[in-house]
């Protein structure tokens, strides 16, 4: 595991762009595992000054996100796929038909599970696979107890997760109890990996991550160790209690 500290959430996001630009301009129609939540804001955010400043193009790009909550339209703003298209999608020149979600309406649930699985396959594989990291150490929604061989599944999510994504929902009611998520075999067996973490909520899961080498399902960020292609790009809040001289 390639640790990258950088001073803050900007810098996470200039760094983390840097590598996904130059994998872009190296090969066009690569595949891109991106992830929603807080931390990839900085990323998508300098992706997109970027794509205006130099036209880097994502034309020929595909991208391949990590989940998608149970029961919310496309046009919820609590959606991922709202999420994907408001942060980076409507500013970049990608087309629609190059960019895949699970689709968290799908009457078939568990179809459409085989389906998510099926289209990666069909598009060669993520190239480069973007996470962040849940304070309990969850990677997509891959919550802890999830086995390390399942692939794309259903899942109810812990309470803890809901409660830290309840900022965004008027409630704690309305945030979904479940989402469709690629699974942590999914996710190990993108060709590279860039898990990136930011602010003081995820120092001990970066400390249990990069302070310890021990894999269990209990924490499922340690399956990543497993993995040889892993870069950690994360500010110094959230490598605060990470002993950076004998990393894992
Ligand atoms: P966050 O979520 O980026 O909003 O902190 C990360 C995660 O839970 O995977």
Do not use: W
Request: charged residues 25%.
């Amino acid at each position: 595991m390639h640790i990258i500290p950088v001073k803050d959430f900007n810098d996470l996001g200039r760094k983390a762009s840097q590598f996904i630009i130059q994998l872009v301009r190296e090969k066009p129609d690569a595949v891109l595992g991106l992830a929603t939540g807080s931390t990839p804001k900085s990323t998508y955010k300098a992706l997109i000054q970027d794509h205006r400043l130099n036209g880097t193009s994502y034309q020929h790009v595909r991208t391949v996100n990590l989940d998608e909550y149970v029961g919310l339209a496309k046009d919820n703003p609590n959606s991922y796929h709202y999420f994907m298209r408001d942060q980076l999608f409507n500013h970049i020149d990608i087309p629609d038909r190059n960019i895949y979600i699970p689709n968290g309406l799908a009457s078939d649930l568990e179809e459409e599970c085989r389906r998510y699985d099926r289209l990666i396959t069909e598009l060669g594989g993520v190239d480069l696979q973007i996470l962040g990291i849940g304070r309990n150490g969850h990677i997509g929604f891959n919550e802890p107890g999830t086995s390390f061989e399942v692939m794309t599944h259903v899942v109810d999510l812990t309470l803890d997760t809901r409660k830290a994504n309840a900022r965004f929902f008027n409630t704690l009611e309305e945030v979904p109890k479940q989402a469709i998520t690629m699974g942590i075999k999914n996710i190990l067996q993108s060709r590279s990996i860039l898990l990136l973490a930011s602010g003081p909520s995820k120092a001990d899961a970066m400390a249990r991550l990069l302070n310890e080498s021990k894999i269990t399902n209990a924490f499922p960020a340690s399956s990543l160790h497993q993995h040889r292609n892993v870069t950690v790009i994360a500010d110094e809040d959230a490598l605060s209690m990470v002993y950076l001289g004998r990393r894992a």
